[in-house]
């Protein structure tokens, strides 16, 4: 096999391994692709004895990485978050380098390689901690904020970095600032150019791009354009990741940024994931532990000095202590972007050794420790800062406060565009609603006008409590992601474990998985848009309303349990259609009901043939109960069957045990 193609298939096969291993175990893929790269490396079974080749192919991922950087440099998002992307982000970046680098300057580390390592580890992880704000539903919170305002930052930051590397390499001991100011000059032209010419001509091209109708043409031009402005950087003397930025800042402001940056991102993950192949080919696992002491010193000095910093740059711009010490735990472990710092400055052999093996072994252990210290950030909060524990109490008392004055509310987590339309349908039927969300900014607007939201996170056994949740006749999920609706799914049936749940769901293939975590009935997305869709384009057709509105009830009939059937009225009974149709009828465990304390298999309804669809107790209706069921009295039980079948279950319901 040829040796290009051999080393192709190497990369690939590892990535392909290296993801399903990380997503089986939960953790970040880049971790996979790391550990993937010391395996097939020269350290490990030595697939690839020379990794250079593998990286030259691979340093195409940090050009696409940086493209969908400049896609996302919005003028108009710094400006909103100028106190912390600026104030915070500025101080985090500049401050960790500084002290990091002064730590290792005194270590015994040349100057400009000391400027490398510090440079390397003071940026933290975008990809993993982004991910876990959105899972746990902190991005809107303070700490939530701040982390991502410094995100933001840190990913401003490494461009100028990435042009401070190749200037530091090509001057020698002391004139190293003669081609760090021509570089400069250069990359403050370039930006200068793409702000005031570049924009409106990218939009001119897309536009006549887009007007080909061609997603094949489109892709090309975008490929053409990121690699093109690359190469165009790489030319006038600038790196290669420079071009790549400036080329999505011409597209971040038009209208097709969002189209681009869909068919650009499978290319920047696959070709990203073979470059962190690559850096883990350099890993060498003897070196590694030979100076284990140092790497574990190494860490623990990262995870302080950026823990303190972020701690006191938190605090300088107004936050309190319960914030501030969250963003620090966020913000102390090291990220994806140092392994690019780390490489670049290897390549140009401007880190001596072993630094590079010790530094790139703290990135990963780093990373690794990431999840640990959000999961457990709640508690040490908690448990180091006293006026934490008065703030959440003020939190749940407002919310205690707001759903005691409600009897039985419908509790709704989640107050997007869903959870709004929910609030005024059921208020239009008189329906008392509590409503639970952790945007502040919409609780706020809400609040004033008037409507029953209160700020509070929904996967906390306490704020459901105090939202009323023992006492809510259901409660409706309206988060469309899975993960978010199962972790609040297992909160609401930890505290209530009879409460009837509605879920949201995206994807038709989760509906199984949430009626096993206990959901009473489950919405998905896609279909009901293909419903509504389709009896829409009946009527326009020309088909009768009567036939669509059959159509329609068929298919909620057979979706939806609950829609099964209808309460049969005096009207009804004329008609002799009806006779064979589907009706609901209820029947009432009396205090004096022979059936009080028997299970609910003992009714052996489904012989007749009648099911029994819900169960109401005490207010709260609860969906298909199990055979197991211990029925109590004041139990109301709902039955589906057609009429005949009914009557004769309210005989045998009449007669008791005993009739059997």
């Known amino acids: 096999m040829h040796e290009s ?72 998002q710094l400006k909103a978050m100028r106190r912390v992307v600026f104030g915070l982000g500025s101080l985090q970046v500049g401050a960790t380098i500084f002290m990091l680098g002064a730590i290792a300057w005194l ?34 919170k303070p700490h939530g904020r701040e982390v ?17 590397l190749p200037a530091f390499a090509q001057g020698e001991e002391g004139t190293w600032w003669q081609p760090l100011g021509l570089a400069v000059i250069k990359a403050g032209a370039a930006l200068a150019v793409v702000l005031r010419f570049g924009q409106p001509l990218m939009r001119r091209w897309f536009s006549w791009v887009a007007s080909h109708r061609s997603g094949e043409f489109f892709t090309l031009n975008v490929l053409l354009v990121t690699i093109g402005m690359a190469a165009l950087s790489q030319a006038l003397g600038l790196s290669l990741a420079l071009g790549a930025f400036l080329a999505g800042m011409l597209i971040a402001e038009t209208e097709y940024r969002y189209q681009v940056e869909e068919d650009i991102k499978p290319f920047r993950d696959v070709l990203l994931g073979l470059f962190f192949i690559t850096v883990g080919m350099f890993l060498d696992g003897g070196t590694v532990l030979a100076h284990f002491p140092l790497l574990a010193a190494t860490l623990l000095v990262v995870l302080l000095v950026k823990g303190l910093i ?17 963003s620090a735990l966020w913000l102390a472990t090291a990220g994806e972007f140092g392994f ?16 590079p093996q010790v530094v790139a072994a703290a990135l990963v252990l780093s990373m690794l420790l990431a999840p640990a210290l959000v999961h457990y950030s709640d508690r040490i909060v ?34 997007g565009r869903t959870g709004q339309h929910l609030a005024r349908f059921f208020d239009e039927e ?47 999920i309206t988060f469309a992601d899975r993960d978010a609706a199962l972790r609040i799914l297992s909160a609401v049936h930890a505290v209530h474990p009879n409460a009837p749940v509605v879920v949201r769901v995206r994807d038709e293939a989760d509906i199984e998985r949430m009626f096993a975590a206990g959901a009473a009935e489950v919405i998905p997305e896609a279909i009901e848009v293909a419903v509504m869709m389709a009896v829409q384009t009946l009527a326009l057709v020309g088909v009768p309303l009567n036939r669509v509105v059959r159509r329609l009830r068929a298919v909620r009939e057979e979706r939806y349990g609950l829609f099964r059937g209808f309460f049969a009225g005096a009207s009804d009974a004329l008609a ?25 298999a003992e009714l052996a309804l489904a012989s007749l043939p009648v099911e029994v669809v819900a169960v109401r107790r005490r207010g709260i209706r609860g969906a298909a109960p199990e055979p197991s069921f211990v029925l109590q009295r004041g139990d109301v039980l709902i039955v589906r069957g057609q009429a005949q079948a009914l009557a004769a279950a309210r005989e045998q319901f009449l007669a008791g045990p005993h009739s059997f």
């Open 107 to 140: 270590a015994g580390v040349p100057a400009v390689a000391a400027f490398v390592l510090a440079s390397a580890l003071a940026m933290s992880s975008t990809a993993i901690l982004s991910k876990l704000l959105t899972e746990r539903f902190e991005l809107e």
């Open 382 to 415: 908690l448990r180091v800062v006293a006026s934490e524990w008065m703030r959440r109490s003020l939190e749940l008392t407002e919310i205690a406060a707001r759903s005691v004055r409600v009897k039985a509310p419908v509790l709704v987590l989640g107050y």
């Open 5 to 76: 193609l051999f080393l192709l298939v190497v990369l690939l096969v590892g990535a392909v391994v290296g993801v399903a291993l990380t997503r089986k175990l939960g953790l970040a893929s880049i971790i996979g692709y790391l550990l993937v790269g010391v395996a097939v490396g020269p350290s490990g079974l030595n697939l690839i004895d020379d990794p250079a080749t593998a990286q030259y192919v691979a340093e195409f991922g940090i050009v696409f990485l940086m493209f969908s950087i400049g896609l996302e440099f919005s003028l108009g």
């Open 576 to 600: 002799d259609e009806e006779e064979k149709a589907v009706r609901l009828d209820t029947l009432v465990v009396a205090d004096d009901s022979p059936w009080v304390g028997h299970q609910l």
């Open 310 to 326: 972020v701690w006191f740059g938190s605090r300088l711009v107004g936050s309190d202590k319960g914030t501030a010490l969250r």
């Open 430 to 476: 008189g329906i008392s609603v509590i409503a639970l969300d952790l945007d502040p900014e919409r609780v706020r607007r809400a609040q004033a006008a008037g409507e029953n939201v209160v700020y509070g996170d929904a996967t906390r056994s306490e704020v459901l409590k105090a939202a009323g949740l023992m006492r809510a006749k259901a409660v409706v």
């Open 148 to 164: 991502i305002g410094v995100l933001l930052f840190q990913d401003l930051a490494v461009v100028p970095i990435l042009i401070l």
């Open 340 to 355: 690019v710092v780390l490489a670049l400055g290897e390549r140009l052999a401007l880190v001596p050794a072993p630094w």
